[in-house]
């Protein structure tokens, strides 16, 4: 059974620009989250994803934005990145939510120069 | 004050020891979670808990609601568990996650 991916590993971008991160769920998996990982500030929700609606929303200003398509892979997008956005993203999949179980892909480690 | 309280931020273990890390909390929670990340990142789910104790294998993880406290345990510690453990606290019934710091354990043989 495959896990959850997530593309790409690593990527570097530039003051200013945009970003596009990549989840693919468990296969059945409904549930998609997405996390910030920084060394300054830990782990932070950033919001989930059901059933391609956003269901919940961590405090992230609007530049931080995802969609979910009917096949339950979900996307992220920063525009107008900051230096402050480079962190890992980590996003976990689960059936219906949390409660339910739920399994992390292995993130994506986003520097900005 | 953090939502989520951990202690010890770091800790150094010899193989073969008790370790117990804990985790305070001071919002309402449907659920909470043990977490494990090993360098590089991933991160695996150990445990979820709304009440009580579990075991999975030389892992323990307690949950005293009333107290808004938990604990997870680690017996016989070997250098593989080696690891950042981070306490989540679910809100509600969706991934709305607050997280404690994380304690860094380092298990030497």
């Known amino acids: 059974k495959a896990g959850v991916t997530q593309t790409p590993r690593y990527l570097i971008k530039t003051r200013g620009q945009q970003v596009t991160l990549s989840c693919s769920p468990i296969?059945?998996?409904?549930?998609v989250s997405w996390y910030q990982q920084t060394p300054g500030q830990g782990l932070q929700f950033l919001f989930e994803?059901?059933?391609?609606?956003?269901?919940n929303k961590g405090n992230f200003p609007g530049r931080f934005s995802g969609r979910q398509f009917s096949n339950s892979r979900s996307e992220m997008n920063v525009s107008t990145l900051e230096l402050g956005d480079s962190a890992l993203y980590l996003c976990a999949s689960s059936p219906q939510g949390a409660l339910y179980g739920y399994t992390f892909g292995s993130g994506t480690r986003l520097t900005v120069v | 004050k953090n939502e989520v309280e951990q202690s010890p931020q770091n800790l150094t273990a010899q193989e073969g020891e008790f370790i117990t890390i804990n985790c305070s909390y001071s919002?309402?929670?449907?659920?909470l979670h043990w977490l494990q990340q090993h360098p590089g990142g991933g991160i695996v789910s150990l445990f979820m808990?709304?009440?009580g104790k579990k075991k999975h294998g030389r892992l323990i993880a307690t949950i005293n609601i009333q107290e808004k406290h938990s604990s997870l345990h680690i017996t016989a510690s070997h250098p593989r568990d080696s690891a950042v453990y981070i306490c989540?606290?679910?809100?509600?019934?969706?991934?709305?996650?607050?997280f404690g710091a994380g304690t860094r354990l380092t298990v030497k043989p």
């Open positions: 989540a606290c679910q809100i509600g019934d969706n991934n709305d996650m607050r």
């Open positions: 808990l709304s009440s």
């Open positions: 994803y059901f059933s391609e609606t956003q269901r």
């Open positions: 296969s059945g998996h409904r549930s």
């Open positions: 919002v309402g929670i449907s659920a």
